[in-house]
């Protein structure tokens, strides 16, 4: 059973940074793209960040500089460092997978941005 299990979010001030963290289980994680989604009240879910395997990352333009994705192979983690944060960043924060044609979610972590 794949489950994916994210924490790390909560409230902080622009400017500020958080990480967010998302531990895999059910899948052989080294060989899996592991994506970053955030969703803001009212919007769309939106496409973040993501990494491959092989550790190639690939990011939305608006994160672009702030944010970086990294995956932790022997720990079945991937995390999502946030720099710069922005009010405009607020959003519920969901980590992501296809495996192996089914796509999983975790519950999300909400990231809040204000002062």
């Known amino acids: 059973q794949v489950q994916l299990v994210e924490s790390g979010g909560g409230l902080v001030q622009p400017g500020g940074s958080l990480r967010l963290s998302c531990a895999v289980s059910?899948?052989?994680?080294?060989?899996?793209?592991m994506g970053w989604y955030r969703q803001a009240p009212g919007k769309e879910r939106e496409w973040v960040a993501s990494?491959?395997?092989?550790?190639?990352?690939n990011y939305v333009d608006s994160v672009k500089g702030r944010f970086t994705i990294s995956r932790d192979n022997a720990k079945n983690t991937v995390y999502l460092q946030m720099n710069s944060l922005k009010p405009e960043d607020t959003a519920v924060y969901y980590c992501?997978?296809?495996?192996?044609?089914?796509?999983?979610w975790g519950q999300g972590t909400q990231v809040t941005v204000s002062s």
């Open positions: 992501q997978t296809v495996h192996p044609s089914r796509t999983y």
């Open positions: 990494i491959t395997g092989g550790g190639s990352t």
């Open positions: 059910g899948i052989i994680f080294s060989w899996t793209t």
